[in-house]
């Protein structure tokens, strides 16, 4: 089964620098989707930026970016130029494109402060 | 586009009644959706998963008799928590994905804001 990973529960930045989040994941399938979501204290899920797995360039949305690592099996996630609204919990997802699942394994999450 | 709502939004009811929870996907055909369940300060837990038509397909340990999930259109889908107890408050969100190509992205979940489910 797979596995995904968020090792910081917490993580605080200044606004307008950048701010790193890393995930790692588990798995023996070679054709995946990567995703970060990001819930505000609204609570709403909301998509940030998603990686398909078999594309080797790094997945960007305006000022958030990934660091796509297949062989390491990582997908850490940059945000530059933080703003306030970026305070926020953010869950790293794994999807499977093999067998039919739709399933989502998600990460513990970490929690982003961002400091005025 | 993508969007996903859920009613109510909040909900407080008393214990041994039932309540039902719907998920609609506003500006795309649902092919599948999604139920989560989430505690404080902690990750989602997927609960159930539907298919427009068919029957849910339940997490290991999620009682099917307690909470009932039907699929009965490309845009809604209810979840019914029955009898109702303490322990299931809780926040209570959906999700929904498409396989049509529409407007949205194909094979990503988008989620509802949830509904936060106190039983007293």
């Known amino acids: 089964a797979q596995t995904v990973t968020q090792s910081q529960p917490e993580m605080s930045v200044q606004e307008a620098e950048t701010v790193t989040l890393s995930c790692t994941y588990d798995?023996?399938?070679?054709?995946?989707?990567l995703f970060w979501y990001k819930q505000p204290p609204s609570r709403q899920m909301i998509l940030v930026i998603r990686q398909e797995a078999y594309k080797q360039q790094n997945a960007t949305e305006n000022r958030f970016s990934v660091n796509f690592q297949k062989a390491a099996k990582s997908f850490s996630l940059k945000i530059s130029d933080s703003q306030l609204g970026d305070a926020a919990m953010y869950f790293c997802a794994y999807r499977s494109r093999q067998g039919g699942s739709e399933k989502l394994v998600f990460g513990k999450g970490t929690k982003l402060t961002v400091n005025p | 586009g993508a969007v996903v709502s859920q009613h109510p939004s909040r909900v407080i009811c008393k214990s041994g009644t039932s309540v039902k929870i719907e998920c609609r996907s506003l500006?795309?055909?649902?092919?599948?959706m999604f139920w989560y369940r989430q505690f404080p300060k902690q990750s989602l837990m997927l609960m159930a998963t539907?298919?427009?038509?068919?029957?849910?397909?339940?997490e290991q340990g999620v009682e099917k008799d307690k909470f009932l999930i039907n699929h009965a259109s490309l845009t809604l889908s209810t979840l019914t928590v029955t009898s109702a107890h303490p322990e299931d408050s809780s926040f209570y969100i959906c999700?929904?994905?498409?396989?049509?190509?529409?407007?949205?992205?194909?094979?990503?979940?988008?989620f509802g804001p949830g509904t936060r489910l106190t039983v007293l």
């Open positions: 798995t023996s399938e070679s054709d995946y989707y």
């Open positions: 999700s929904a994905t498409t396989k049509k190509g529409q407007k949205v992205s194909t094979d990503t979940q988008y």
């Open positions: 500006d795309f055909q649902a092919t599948t």
């Open positions: 539907s298919n427009e038509g068919s029957k849910a397909t339940y």
